[in-house]
């Protein structure tokens, strides 16, 4: 993928184009490759710049505050909030997560098309979609031995005789630099801009970086462009006016809302965001790992899935460093054990719902997430579990991520302490993996578009991201949304309005 100067825009302050895709992540890159692909004249706006491989961060400090929103420091606010962590860049959140590619459980898929009417929806008609998305990608396991993180999860699921599964990644002869959180430096990992953005403009895609949207401009049921403002090589901003016929909104489960609340599309708009309420575990093992020298956990404990999985996070010197800092009394004795320490985590499918509020001469939306009654028990059900299987692998002691909370030593003091393991105000949950704010489907009490992504009340509207995926789908969305996105665009091109 070659820089056009970043891709930053240097033109008029008006452009015309057929068709305008917001947000350069697993949804609008693919939506905006199929339709260039289809002949379309699109131009791709993306709020954050462009980082080449070549360029990519070398520690995690610089890549949060030049690739992640808000430096990494989002939360949505609840009890207790819930901090979450999204990408800004070109290529959005694929440049900076693990790549994991996973197709939502299909009993889920099958529940989702019922109680939402979606048409067209369910395992069977995703499967098609799924299919070609992953292929493109090269969705595979990672070759080669996985690691010590790995291994030590797998041998303590292995040991209580727990379901589990290698993990599938968006790679081609991925190096193992373990350095997926701060930007692929060898163009292995397939994000978005090492898949499908270089064959978007190869046919003819016309990408903008650093174009932050204001609004959408609407006249009645139709929006006729865009006011964004654009910052050239030389850091200079003017707001640039963009026309179109079409819009795809892919600006995440957060800013789709957001955007479409400010242009007054408010029905079913940003009031169920859903999540995966995480909570991470530090593990000191007797042997070294050396888990900043290797890939992250590349296996999951399925056995208590779709409502709890287990896994394992990146682990990098800085990330280490601020899991420690959360109690550092009783956890600063591992900083010099660093190389005989591991993080993991354990996921619950949040049943929980939020909402996204965009907020007068504010740039980021206030969200609010407050946790389902059964959240609560799957998750402290999910760190005994996690706890368990840390042990199994030959742990000496764990600490989960819970303000106070002096850690545990072996499963005899769990049970000991089981029933104080949650505690609302001190857990320090958090999410990369946001959903579900504008459902898509024929229940009118409960969804933002129709079963294939066009906005209620907007005549030329489709959304094609996360907030499509109707609620939290227990394993990593990236397949998810890269699939529905498809999905959505291939029924745009098929309809009389395409044309």
Known sequence: ???????????????????????????????????????????????????PAAAAPASI??????MWRSGGLSAAL????????????VGGGTEINSAIMQRAPEALLDAWRDRYAIEGFGAAALGPFYGEVLGAVGASATPGPPGPPTDRLREGAEALGWKGMALERAQRHCAGTNSCALGCPTGAKQSMTASYLPRALAAGLRLIAECRVRRLVRRGDTVTGIEAVARDAAGCEATLQVRCKAVFVATGAVHTPALLRRAGFRRNVGRTLRLHPTLKMVARFPDELRAHEHRLPLYAVTEFMPDIRLGGSFFLPGLFGMA??????????????????????AMARGRGAGTVTPLPGARE???????AREDWPALAEGAIRLADAMFAAGAEEVFPSIASHPGWRSTAEIRETAGKTLIRGRASLLTIHLAGSCPPGGNAALCATDSFGRLHGARNVVLADASQIPEAPGVNPQASVM?????????FLASGDAA
Do not use: K, Q
Request: proline share 6%.
């Open 1 to 51: 993928m070659t820089a056009d100067a970043g891709f930053r825009h240097a033109g008029p302050a008006e452009i015309d184009c057929e068709i305008a895709v917001i947000g350069s992540g697993a949804g609008g890159a693919v939506a905006a490759e199929r339709l260039v692909r289809a002949g379309r004249d699109v131009v791709l706006l993306e709020e954050g710049p462009y980082v």
């Open 61 to 66: 400090t610089e890549s949060m505050r030049l």
């Open 78 to 89: 609840g009890d207790p909030p819930v901090a979450f962590a999204e990408g800004r860049c």
């Open 324 to 345: 420690l800092a959360e109690d550092f009394a009783r956890r600063g004795h591992l900083l010099p054990e660093m190389a005989r320490c591991g993080m993991y985590y």
């Open 365 to 371: 939306p206030l969200v609010r997430y407050r946790a």
């Open 483 to 491: 699939a529905i996105a498809l999905r959505n665009t291939e029924a």
